[in-house]
Structure formats: C-alpha cells, structure tokens
C-alpha cells in the first residue's frame, strides 16, 4: 500500500514559519508528482501548492504566492512545503499528496494518494 507520512504542524503565531515534510516509498516518490492541500475546519479541500513532473516548475495558490514555498529531496524521497509570514487564514489541516505523470496539479481528483494530514494553526 502506498503510503505518504507528514509531519512538522503545530500551532504558531502569525508572522511566524513552519515546514512541513512528506516522505514516501522510493518507488512512489519517482513514479508521481507531488502537491500540498489543506482543509480549514468546515470547508472544503483546497489547492496550496504543487510541482511539475519534472520539479522544475511550481505552483501555489494566489493567497500563498511569495509566502509559501515547495521543494524536494530526492535523496530522501521528500517533499517540502516552506510557510513563511504565517496568517490566520492559513490554518486548516494540511496534507501532502501524489499524482501520476499528466494529472492536473491543482485538481483532487488527479491525485491518487493522500497523506494523513497534520494541523497548522495560526493564532492572531
């Protein structure tokens, strides 16, 4: 089964940063493509932030772009996802997930496994 386990949430102030790590199988971290959603209580899951097939390309929500940066190790079959400047709005449960090659980064739909979710709250 594959698997993907996060960690590094918590609850922070605003203005503060976090990194939250994803790490998977060697075989599932070659075959797909990684994003990060996450999930405010009571609403839905939503699109934060992703990379190409080829990691040389990423995307990020607009309310994230600047703030919020997506990386990888290759070494460790990691992904990242660097939050800098938090806000309030920024909390939710996030969760790391993976895509096959050709899938549509910012759709649920296109990724076919999840991580477990780890918190983020940002107190004002």
């Known amino acids: 089964q594959v698997q993907l386990v996060e960690s590094g949430g918590g609850l922070v102030q605003a203005g503060s940063s976090l990194r939250l790590s994803c790490v998977t199988s060697?075989?599932?971290?070659?075959?797909?493509?990684m994003g990060w959603f996450r999930q405010p209580s009571g609403k839905v899951r939503e699109f934060v932030a992703a990379m190409s097939w080829s990691g040389n390309t990423t995307y990020y929500v607009d309310s994230v772009k600047g703030r919020f940066t997506v990386s990888r190790d290759n070494a460790k079959n990691t992904v990242y996802l660097q939050m800098n400047s938090l806000k309030p709005e920024d909390t939710g449960v996030y969760y790391c997930a993976a895509r096959k090659k050709g899938g549509t980064y910012s759709a649920r739909a296109a990724y076919d496994y999840w991580g477990q979710g780890t918190q983020v709250t940002v107190s004002s």
């Open positions: 060697e075989r599932t971290f070659r075959s797909t493509a």
